[in-house]
């Protein structure tokens, strides 16, 4: 069947936004998206409405949460803090009034892997054995949505309780991923997967490709280590949160070291004003 | 699932004629229930949130892209089978949009808020054309007009494009057009 689709180009000569919409949709159909890339290449006006428009998809919030409001977007850890007995219920509460990430439900429909829910899968095969991924096989960005504009994350950019964040990896090989917020105090927020125990199933990619689950910073000042975990086989939160207990000083300034054996990970600090630093 | 996708789902039965996704397009011979909206909304939520950002503040923008995806459910009947979802939540989010715009009197936002977002169209404050329409026409247009002239002056679609989406001939796309572009001039003039 052939669809009445929209033209590439608007009056002006630029790409229209139907054609961005269906193109970050991945509904254009081949001769149009030929088209499409051909002035995006030459087109720097276009390059950057694109991108701005991805990212504004990033930052959509998931359909079962849309139009709830900031006060019930912006959820209670809705999971588990397994912290060894050692660690006792003072650091639990501390976690509680320092938890500096608040995990909101899913956000979903990001380009470019808006139809890639397969890529992501909390549960299901098991990954193939191998030698153990290294930090050059995981490569992860964060975007900040402050409500007015969407940006690439930098190390130490500062962000403000409501900010959206969202989350983007390319890897090279098949594993499995797992997105946490780390504070100063070592508490921990899953960030992705938010279902489940195990870390999802990424499939490898050329390209960036966005998660489909952000969240949302609260209002506690202070500190926040993003960290992104990718092993050739799945693990649990609760084996990261284990390697997180046994830092001296997880509110170090230096990257963290290995919490899994064998696995990528990556990391970016970001600030809260009015924390500590 | 969002209760008032539930409560939706649950109140009406579209005629017994209802969408689904097939090929990334809808197929009115299906189901648009609410599992079929959240997938719409993913493909698309980011196309009408930019759509809605155009027209409402950020604080707005979220409860107002919901209303958007509900309306849609209610209009499954209105979805060509033949056309892209795109074009069709397109025509549903302006109409809305423009609609509550009418409704709250807010028409100054229309032009204020959308010529500073980086994801609209590349327009600028030198069109006049564009800014003309924003600040004197668009309030005494009927609803296909005013679709008509917001989708050429301020959204920068081709003529074939608008016909998708109003639903209309190119050649009354064309008449509607040259009949603004005079309102236009004669205002532009006076």
Request: charged share 25%; with cysteine.
């Amino acid at each position: 069947m052939r669809y009445d689709t929209p033209g590439v180009f608007g009056r002006s000569g630029h790409v229209s936004e139907l054609a961005i919409a269906d193109a970050l949709a991945e509904v254009m159909d081949a001769d149009s998206r030929s088209i499409f890339e051909q002035h995006l290449s030459g087109c720097r006006v276009c390059a950057r409405r694109l991108e701005a428009a991805r990212a504004v998809d990033l930052a959509m919030p998931s359909w079962s949460s849309l139009g709830e409001g900031s006060a019930t977007i912006s959820l209670r850890p809705r999971r588990r803090w397994t912290w060894p007995p050692v660690v006792g219920v003072a650091v639990a509460m501390a976690a509680a009034t320092l938890l500096a990430v608040k995990i909101p439900t899913a956000l979903t429909g990001s380009h470019p892997v808006a139809d890639a829910a397969s890529d992501f899968s909390p549960k299901g095969s098991q990954v193939e054995s191998g030698e153990g991924f290294g930090p050059e096989d995981l490569a992860f960005q964060v975007y900040i949505n402050d409500a007015t504009a969407v940006w690439q994350a930098k190390p130490g950019a500062e962000v403000r309780g409501g900010d959206r964040l969202g989350f983007q990896v390319r890897t090279h090989e098949r594993g499995r991923l797992m997105v946490m917020g780390i504070d100063d105090a070592g508490a921990l927020a899953l960030c992705f997967p938010q279902e489940g125990e195990e870390a999802a199933l990424i499939n490898p990619s050329n390209d960036y490709v966005t998660l489909p689950q952000a969240v949302r910073v609260d209002d506690s000042p202070g500190r926040e280590r993003l960290v992104a975990v990718y092993c050739p086989e799945t693990f649990t939160f609760d084996a990261v949160a284990a390697a997180v207990s046994t830092l001296d000083d997880p509110g170090s300034d230096e990257p963290l070291p290995t919490l899994l054996e064998g696995c990528a990970q990556q990391e970016l600090i970001l600030n809260k004003p009015g924390g500590d630093l | 699932m969002h209760p008032r996708v539930a409560n939706r789902e649950g109140s009406r039965v579209v005629g017994g004629m209802s969408l689904r996704l097939m090929d990334n397009h809808l197929d009115r011979s299906a189901r648009l229930d609410a599992r079929a909206i959240e997938v719409l909304y993913r493909q698309y939520g980011g196309m009408v949130m930019r759509r809605v950002l155009r027209f409402f503040p950020p604080d707005e923008a979220e409860d107002v892209v919901q209303e958007v995806f509900l309306r849609a459910l209610d209009k499954a009947e209105t979805f060509r089978g033949d056309a892209s979802a795109s074009t069709w939540l397109y025509q549903i989010a302006t109409h809305y949009c423009l609609t509550q715009l009418k409704t709250r009197s807010r028409r100054k936002r229309l032009w204020g808020t959308g010529s500073q977002l980086p994801w609209g169209s590349p327009i600028t404050p030198a069109n006049q054309e564009a800014k003309t329409f924003l600040n004197e026409i668009w309030r005494d247009l009927d609803d296909e007009m005013l679709m008509i002239g917001v989708s050429y002056f301020v959204d920068d679609l081709s003529h074939e494009d608008i016909a998708r989406v109003v639903g209309c001939s190119r050649r009354t796309v064309g008449n509607r057009i040259a009949a603004l572009r005079q309102l236009v001039a004669e205002r532009s003039d006076g």
